[in-house]
């Protein structure tokens, strides 16, 4: 039974350029969210995907969009990017039914925005 | 706006020893509140978790205590090892809308 998948593991980008990564959920999960996660701090919550329409925004700017396709992978864009950016980008998944869902996270994509 | 605190946000703790972390959290609608471990480099592991309807939650050396009351809940970890060492985060969640604490960074000592 596959965990969540996150790729790129590593990436390195230019201030203003755009990146895209790409998440596939634990195998029976229909959610997914992403996190950004700064050194030394908990993960924030970008957003969320279900039925592939964003469900709910933590407070990211526009610059952070996302798509769900219809397999239930997901992935997160980040446009002109900022030093700021540079973080670790957690996937996780889960199922949108029920009480107490259980979320499962991916190893993340580490970006470095210089 | 930060719904859930953790603390300490660092913790040195012998070898055999009890490690102990807490949160609090401000939105009672929160059901559900899992505890992560991570190591560097890693993504978050789910550890334990508890749902308010229960006061405690054990699962080998690892208790959830929970107190819906104070809306506060920690983490017990008995006969702390070192491969425990990594950095703990608590977290809160309603509606698959998780909220993490700032995390606890563990170390036990040889």
């Known amino acids: 039974d596959a965990g969540v998948t996150q790729s790129p593991t590593h990436l390195i980008k230019t201030r203003g350029q755009q990146v895209t990564l790409r998440c596939s959920p634990k195998s029976g999960h229909d959610t997914v969210s992403w996190y950004q996660q700064a050194l030394g701090q908990g993960p924030q919550f970008i957003f969320q995907y279900y039925e592939e329409e964003e469900r709910q925004r933590g407070n990211f700017p526009d610059r952070f969009s996302g798509h769900q396709f219809p397999n239930y992978s997901s992935e997160l864009n980040v446009n002109a990017l900022l030093l700021g950016d540079s973080a670790l980008y957690l996937c996780?998944?889960?199922?949108?039914?029920?009480?107490?869902?259980?979320?499962?996270f991916g190893e993340g994509s580490w970006l470095t925005v210089v | 706006q930060q719904q859930v605190k953790q603390s300490p946000q660092s913790l040195i703790v012998q070898k055999g020893g009890i490690s102990i972390i807490n949160c609090a959290y401000e939105n009672t609608a929160f059901d559900y509140f899992p505890w992560y471990q991570q190591f560097p480099g890693k993504g978050p592991a789910l550890l334990i978790a508890i749902r308010p309807d229960v006061s405690e939650k054990k699962e080998g050396r690892f208790t959830i205590s929970f107190n819906k009351s104070a809306k506060q809940f920690s983490l017990h970890i008995m006969d702390s090892q070192p491969g425990d060492s990594a950095t703990y985060f608590c977290?809160?969640?309603?509606?698959?809308?998780?909220?993490f604490g700032a995390g606890t960074r563990l170390t036990v000592k040889p």
């Open positions: 977290a809160a969640s309603m509606d698959n809308d998780m909220r």
């Open positions: 996780a998944s889960s199922l949108f039914e029920g009480f107490g869902n259980t979320i499962y």
